[in-house]
């Protein structure tokens, strides 16, 4: 049973309050690969954790420091990151933030 083929209309997904600040929206998602977007308000916390699946991600709009593996990097709206599966990161956000990340494979909790 494979994904199909399809467009989503962002309008049509649920938002999904993940943490205190933090909500989410699964915008796509194959066998392989799932697509997610992220608000995050200012002053937000997502704590240091770590899964098996590989991630990247963009900022598209905000600014946040984000840490991978215990070192501290600023990131603004246009910078994007990788971060290999069981990697330790977190984020906290210096002003509201959007970020698109993909995971892969697909988080079976963020279906």
């Known amino acids: 049973m494979g994904a199909q083929a399809k467009i989503i209309n962002r309008s049509s997904v649920a938002a999904v309050t993940v943490l205190p600040g933090v909500v989410r929206r699964t915008l796509g998602s194959t066998d392989k690969l799932m697509v ?3 608000h995050v308000a200012a002053g937000a916390v997502v704590p240091e954790h770590n899964h ?6 963009y ?3 905000g600014e946040m420091v984000m840490t991978i593996n215990g070192k501290e990097a600023l990131c603004r709206a246009g910078d994007s990151y ?8 977190g984020v906290r956000t210096l002003s509201d933030t959007v970020i698109i990340d993909v995971f892969s494979p697909p988080r079976e909790e963020y279906a």
């Open 36 to 38: 997610v977007e992220f």
């Open 59 to 61: 900022v598209v709009s």
């Open 52 to 57: 098996p699946h590989d991630q990247a991600g």
């Open 82 to 89: 990788q971060i290999p599966g069981g990697v330790f990161h």
